[in-house]
């Protein structure tokens, strides 16, 4: 099942990482790449990425949508999903807006579901939280006033 996708001018960009290949290094793709290999290296980046079931990735990783049936030991971040498949394993923080985790998944690390966050999401969440804050000494002494 080889990943293609189609460019604006009609290009079919895949790139595929075969089942008996190792590569190392830094890797950028301007398209889809499948990994059914391994790849080791300082950073890997695709527009879409496929992990075969025997792909092995030992980086941190950039792309806008990635599919994992192999193993992923680094960082994921995301722009539009990751779906991780039952046979995927990860150890690694995931960044993405949506994260789609099937059952027999392995993953160990934290996990940020979110669109574009310009702050943390806790300072978000906490924030969210403070807005309509009831803080009970306020709410008794309201009613002391009111008799």
Avoid: W
Avoid at 59 to 80: D, F, M, Q
């Amino acid at each position: 099942m080889a990943m293609t996708i189609a460019k604006a001018g009609g290009d079919i960009a895949s790139n595929v990482i075969g089942e008996n290949s190792f590569f190392t290094g830094s890797f950028i793709v301007n398209g889809s790449l499948r990994i059914d290999g391994c790849f080791e290296g300082k950073h890997l980046q695709a527009e879409q990425l496929y992990v075969g079931h025997g792909g092995k990735i030992k980086t941190n990783i950039s792309a806008a949508s990635i599919i994992v049936e192999g193993l992923i030991i680094g960082n994921i971040n995301a722009s539009n999903r990751v779906l991780l498949m039952p046979t995927a394993k990860v150890y690694g923080d995931i960044k993405t807006p949506e994260l789609i985790i099937q059952n027999g998944v392995i993953l160990e690390g934290r996990c940020t579901i979110a669109n574009d966050l310009r702050t943390s999401a806790r300072e978000l969440i906490e924030a969210e939280y403070e807005k309509s804050r009831i803080v009970p000494e306020d709410f008794f002494a309201g009613k002391k006033k009111n008799p």
